[in-house]
């Protein structure tokens, strides 16, 4: 994929560019590229504006965490950096919750095994639902963190609609 100015290789042959939960998960897949960046840069709006990438083809991954009858369980919204997931509306009634907020930053790196603003949807564990915006699904290629703020991924939407524990839907309202 050539989005922006990045110069892109298969993921797989830069495990040295990947989080470790990252790295074993697109071991394998195919259309999964990874580009080196200023760790520095890593936020959206300043990587966006250094790399010539849109924000339009540039998706967010945050964790939320939802609570029900006492119980924790996260899970992970990815949405174009243009929108804003409606979390406590769309979110917190498509996971049942009873309230919702975004996870702790300790947390969230904590569990996942990535830095923070590299979090990304590859990677995750096994039973966190990956809410995936339809727009981000139909996207040919959007470029998301790498697990590691000194990298980023470029992968097709299809290919994150397709992720074993994906759920499409409209995220933004």
């Not at 892109?8 to 195919?30: K, Y």
């Not at 919702?100 to 564990?125: H, K, N, R, W």
Request: charged share 20%; net charge negative; hydrophobic share 50%.
């Amino acid at each position: 994929m050539a989005i922006g100015t990045l110069d892109w290789v298969e993921a797989g042959g830069r495990p040295d560019l990947l989080a470790a939960p990252v790295a074993r998960a697109v071991a394998g897949l195919d259309g999964v590229e990874v580009a080196e960046i200023d760790p520095g840069l890593a936020d959206t709006a300043a990587f966006c504006e250094r790399y010539g990438v849109a924000m339009g083809e540039s998706a967010n991954c945050v964790i939320v965490a939802a609570k029900r009858a006492g119980e924790v369980g996260y899970a992970a919204c990815l949405v174009l950096a243009t929108m804003r997931a409606d979390v406590n509306g769309i979110v917190r009634r498509h996971l049942g919750a009873r309230k919702i907020s975004f996870a702790p930053q300790d947390d969230a790196v904590g569990l996942t095994g990535m830095e923070y603003g590299g979090i990304t949807p590859l990677g995750l564990p096994e039973e966190w639902p990956v809410l995936v915006d339809e727009a981000v699904a139909a996207h040919p290629g959007v470029v998301i963190g790498s697990g590691v703020r000194r990298s980023k991924l470029a992968v097709p939407g299809s290919l994150l609609a397709g992720l074993k524990t994906a759920q499409v839907l409209r995220l933004a309202n």
